[in-house]
């Protein structure tokens, strides 16, 4: 089998989209189709120094830019869009994070309303080398510095939500979306269910890294070179964002409050475990409940998000969705090589 | 001032919107203008007997279908869209309310995700004697039966939402939506911030009455007769959909987990009192905790509403938006006498 | 019948109680005895002015004394605890209310931990006039006052926890606690389930009225002259307390998040219902879904509290606890004329 | 320096305690003392086989028994207690796990309370081989078998609480009590704040591994035999139990809703930064916002718990508590040595 031709995306600054749905395709391709994106940043590569605070440079709600919806032909409501993130590279040598008035874990919120003011509005400025494969930290106040690991990921995939609703970029939920979860980092398989037809796939918020929970609200934000394969499986599409990697099985659940989140998560990984290794649903639940592991994703977005992930030495020789997983690992491989 | 004449709007099947936003309106009209109004339930009319399961009758995303959008000529984003209800008259001498799979409080939904099977989806019909100010609930099992008091009110009013989103018309949010709040009765003003040129309110899901928290999911459901008038106050938009009646000031908050209803709720109400009163906001804040009412409107849809109310006897002579919902209740007077 | 002689009970500074539970009661009454109380307010009446600030005159953990434990003789785990509110007097001319650092439904918590630094600690005195039957709030800044109507309560109604726990009196629970809410009136009859032999009924947190939500976290706190009467109803121990008043049943929940105190309440009444109408329980679920109310006690405490209430009118003939609460109203009349 | 002789604690089976709080110490031992405990499983050891159900061979309050409470000379309110985990060794060759009727996070619970039946109650029994370091899991339905990786743990580990409550065993809190994390093994030192003199240390619910969430309510449950050294260090005691390995600093957070035990944790792992740094607070929030972990511990008990956990490689030579995890480590490595 030949894959098609890669096709390449690399939006104007008018291109970009900032919701889920609402929006015509840019671009159509075909199943196993390479496709290599370009990324914004959060900001929309507007806060580039210490002195841009994102409430002045930005403008609501141009906030998290995707690139996309890219149409993928022959996936169908009901089916299953497969998203296989090949490589993940900063565009840029330098990526922002920030609070942000009313955002964050630990501040007062326009939902969780206080009578607070807010936080201060402070940038960071991260040098980010990717041949060294680190991002480096630097204290505002004081001369305390740290380098951290490079761990490149998309903070934003989706598809088009169900119901006919079009939702702001910002907003994760079983359509994908800002779930903001590291596990998001090239070598995974995304997998999210098709609401219309084309899937209209779209991606955004590339993060240098980020911690599990995002607890500031922003990660180290950076425009991205990014390569995907996107496939489709025809039918069982999951309630919820489905990823996989080389070691885990992870469903995720986004909602408010977190234990909802948890719950959708865990819920979903019982019934992933029961149907791939045939057993009836509370042997899924008490195998998960011994060998899951269950880290945030984003406690700070207009929904939260939690991973619920199996290691997969559990499933023997089974393979979630026909080992579509290792078919894209071997086709990311060869492109890879032949590029 | 003259009213502009009324404005019937009677939508035929197919005209209905389920969704606020991403539909163009139906009518435009002036600031003024009483529209009179027809609403289906929030089952499209398909649930007429207990034999008829929402489940089977009813499809998904054509649930709770709205009248409307009603574009507000002069309605600008930042301004206030007023909505003051004349009248809420059943349109039937009967009304349905269900069970239905994964809603409601008390039992596992698609958020808070359980092991459970669903609990049985079961119809009550309700008798509603319009002239005698009851509907009738007949248990299914044995031969219990009461009269409760009719109550009519409108669990869906909104406008079109802020950042270009489309939501389904079953969510609440801050541009109002599925409030599910029985103060949402004739006699009453609900104040909008607008976010697009016109508005775009639309109205739906009327019930003959519901108790507070909506706690199965549904109410007594039925088709509606609804008389408001609509207006427009320049500038002033509220963050969350306000209410006014006779005797309260009543700010709405919709968000999960429902502390965070609450606390938008009382944020604004502090707020809103605040203002009123030209109080320093800690003493708006002890004012409010002594004085002020917390129902739960419900706490069953995809965000949980709670209500805060504050006697207006505190006011004193001070008036809400300049006194507009004691202008329309003397419009609503003149409009009834002259009918 | 004739009733026990009234016990009076008038506790010294050191005889107050910090916590439900690990304490020797003060007295024991016969079930059906009238018991006059006095209880000092949650400040232990340290606060006097606005000068005092509270987190400057109470100590840790000498915080909302309670009056007691009472033993009743005879009331065994399993048992109902019967508690009729006969007579709740402001002890004093004056009441209190404050913020607190880090209590509050707006505010940062140690449990909704931010990094925003305390809102400023505020002392409120009011004017408490019992023959007019009303409180004069006054703004700290400005010069707003305004009379609020008494609604004299106890925030703070419980016995010894189940096992084997001691925990603070702030604390709400399935013993009962620090439940806030304003149903606790004089006229109210509330029930708890028995976890030790004697109950051990506690009694504080007079409040001259408070809002539903409690929203700033103390109401106009006042010590109080209060009147009860005991009595125990055999087997029959509710889950979590319940209250009666001549108009509504009356469940509670404390828990968090605020929707498992609703769902708790709700669960709570529809068994209620169920059991006392002899309904099916979705036939039950049904009706109060239509016809309860659903107000918040408090959202502030270290739980949240719900209420959930069924009108008695819809129970015809039928009465609660073989119709207690009527019978004790007349016995209460009949002190009240004798006294 | 030498150890004080180490100390064997092994209780009789009337010798357990249920609670942290309201009980006397077993022992008391002075800082630096290696203590050798016997633990028993959460059940009692009364659950022994498949047909051994929880609900029936268990009588609450007698639920997950601790092993103490230990006295620590020295150790006085405002103290850090210092438990240094130096082995954790399952006592017997089998553990269990189980449903149990309305426990856990995918069921209705007393809280979450709903109207379904509770889920089956049902136990399953692994092998549990020490020497190969694994334990077996095997489907009750169906053959399916699979072999997981042992990781001993304590799911309760805490001192006695504040404010003289006494709380049950199964509670986590500020006090430690059931954390259930799968962080608390062999090799970790963690951090109580004390609240009474000698802080009174229990240890209990010993796990052959557990998965991150505990999602179905209980772990691979066994008695343990476990060697502990406690210490004391003066001052500095945490709001919250902290924990530290070789290689993360751990902050915790217990509380509903789940993003509460959210916020504390980062909170306190914010602040615990700030100070181990000299950072100020919003550098420190910037930093473990990128480079900290957030995995769930418990989302079943009757407190939920989050662990915060940032790497120790970016404390450069700085070490949390003057260093004492690593003087523990050496003297743990000399015991084991010497035994």
Known sequence: MSLPDPVSLRPAADDYAYTFGGRQPLVTVQPGTVVELSTEDCF??????????????????YLN??????????????????????????????????????????????????LHPPL????????????AGVCRFRA?????????????????????????????????????????TPEMRAGTTAYFGVNVP??????????????????CGTAVETAMRTTVIVDVVKGGAPAWPRLENDR????TGSARPLEDAFRIS??????????????EELDAYQLVSQAGLAPAANVCDTNYTMAAKLPKGLLGRVRAYDGVHDRLRESAAAYLRER
Chains 1, 2, 3, 4 share one sequence.
């Open 65 to 114: 830019p995707v690139t996309g919806p890219v149409m993928v032909a022959g996936a169908e409501p009901g089916d299953t869009l497969v998203v296989h993130f090949v490589e993940i590279t900063p565009a840029r040598d330098w990526g922002v994070s920030s609070t942000f008035p009313h955002f964050g874990a630990l501040t007062t919120t326009h939902s969780t309303a206080m």
């Open 198 to 215: 084309g899937a209209l796939l779209a991606i955004g918020d590339g993060h240098a890294r980020q911690g599990e929970g995002e607890v």
């Open 248 to 251: 885990f099985l992870i469903s």
């Open 266 to 279: 865990q819920h979903d990984l019982v019934g992933w475990t029961r149907d791939l290794l045939g057993l």
């Open 140 to 180: 505002r106040r004081g001369d305390f510095t740290v380098e951290l690991p490079l761990d490149p990921m998309h903070g934003t995939v989706g598809v088009a939500p169900a119901g006919g609703e079009t939702l702001m970029s910002i907003t994760p939920g079983a359509h994908g979306g800002n779930l903001d």
């Open 44 to 61: 929309g590569g507007n806060v580039r120094g210490v002195g841009d605070l994102p409430s002045q440079v930005c403008t609501f709600p």
């Open 120 to 131: 201060e509005e402070r940038v960071w400025v991260y040098d980010v080398d990717v041949p």
